[in-house]
């Protein structure tokens, strides 16, 4: 579905991604583990074209899409839950959803799509009215994810789904990646929590200094001794 192959990105004068090639298979889980600063967000970012790649290619379906602007990326189904969660404070919790849709306009569907959402967040459909800057940590992220949904993504990217969250919290969200990618979803994961990570992904890559360094299943990985050390806390 997704390949990236051979990709360069600088920042003034840091060379963020030094050559990195992945692939992301159509209803799989990938994620990209490594320590802060190896280039995990810019991968997602230049996936986005939210920052440009000085080279290498982005294919999205056969379709080369690195020198698209982000609302074509978008359109063509690639949605990103960014780090921080992002959602618009003083918006309701409906109305941060229904921005989610802002290129859609069947608005039956879209009307279903937030009724699936609620089903997805329980605790959503009871805050519909609340100013999403008034919701706690977790509930932000819940709303963050159900507003990439509402863009009917085919490739979902998750840039830090469980930064700043209580470990209780934490699980909540992972169940929550694993119900929606049973749905069929594909996502392309980036976490810190590379346990948590590795534990649902079918296939992982480790990113260091803007270099892959290894890659496998996220149970080869798992039981990897470089990545128990660096990533596992053993």
Excluded: C
């Amino acid at each position: 579905m997704l390949k990236i192959n051979n990709l360069h990105v600088y920042y003034g004068g840091i060379h963020a991604l030094k050559g990195i090639s992945l692939e992301v298979p159509e209803n799989k889980i990938i994620t990209l583990i490594g320590a802060n600063g190896a280039g995990k967000s810019t991968t997602l970012r230049a996936i986005s074209r939210l920052v440009s790649a000085s080279e290498g290619e982005i294919i999205f379906n056969n379709e080369d899409i690195s020198k698209l602007k982000t609302t074509e990326v978008v359109k063509r189904g690639i949605t990103l839950v960014p780090e921080g969660r992002r959602v618009f404070p003083d918006l309701t919790v409906l109305e941060n959803l229904k921005l989610g849709a802002y290129l859609r306009n069947d608005k039956k569907a879209i009307k279903d799509d937030i009724n699936h959402v609620y089903e997805f967040f329980p605790r959503l459909k009871e805050r519909e009215w609340q100013l999403a800057g008034t919701l706690s940590g977790g509930e932000q992220q819940m709303l963050a994810i159900g507003r990439a949904l509402m863009s009917k993504p085919k490739l979902l990217m998750m840039d830090e789904p469980s930064l700043g969250l209580a470990p209780l919290i934490v699980q909540d969200v992972f169940e929550i990646i694993k119900m929606i990618h049973q749905e069929g979803m594909t996502i392309l994961l980036i976490e810190q929590n590379a346990m948590a990570a590795l534990k649902i992904a079918d296939y992982g890559y480790v990113l260091e200094t803007g270099t892959i360094t290894l890659e496998g299943t996220g149970q080869e990985l798992l039981n990897n001794e470089q990545v128990k050390k660096a990533y596992l806390g053993e």
